[in-house]
Nanobody, 115 residues
Framework: VQLVESGGGLVQPGGSLRLSCAAS????????MSWHRQAPGKERELVAS????????NYVDSVKGRFTISRDNAKNTVYLQMNSLKPEDTGVYRC?????????WGQGIQVTVSS
């Protein structure tokens, strides 16, 4: 099982990034996918989640209207489009797969929002 994130980096406030999480080794299309982040000195928090077919999404209040989670089951990939980024969005972002009680995590990728 592998979840590999990409697309992170350094961006100025107000900028955009698109994170990708490529999955392998399990049935991606049957898995609820989510993005989580952890800022230095803070607890990990759920940022966004998406149902197996993509019809239902949920977001933490602080990113509503700015972030969009999506998935492509044909490519076994989940995305997080992040717009209007703020310094408080800085952290390590990890994707997570949940399938029938089994949980898989990616290794995480750094997102830094700073001028």
């Amino acid at each position: 099982v592998q979840l590999v994130e990409s697309g992170g980096g350094l961006v100025q406030p107000g900028g955009s990034l698109r994170l990708s999480c490529a999955a392998s080794g399990f049935t991606f299309s049957s898995s609820i996918m989510s993005w989580h982040r952890q800022a230095p000195g803070k607890e990990r928090e759920l940022v966004a989640s998406i149902s197996t077919a993509g019809g239902t999404t949920n977001y933490v209040d602080s990113v509503k209207g700015r972030f969009t989670i999506s998935r492509d089951n044909a490519k076994n990939t989940v995305y997080l489009q992040m717009n209007s980024l703020k310094p408080e969005d800085t952290g390590v972002y990890r994707c997570k797969a949940l399938k029938y009680g089994n949980i898989y995590w990616g290794q995480g990728i750094q997102v830094t929002v700073s001028s």
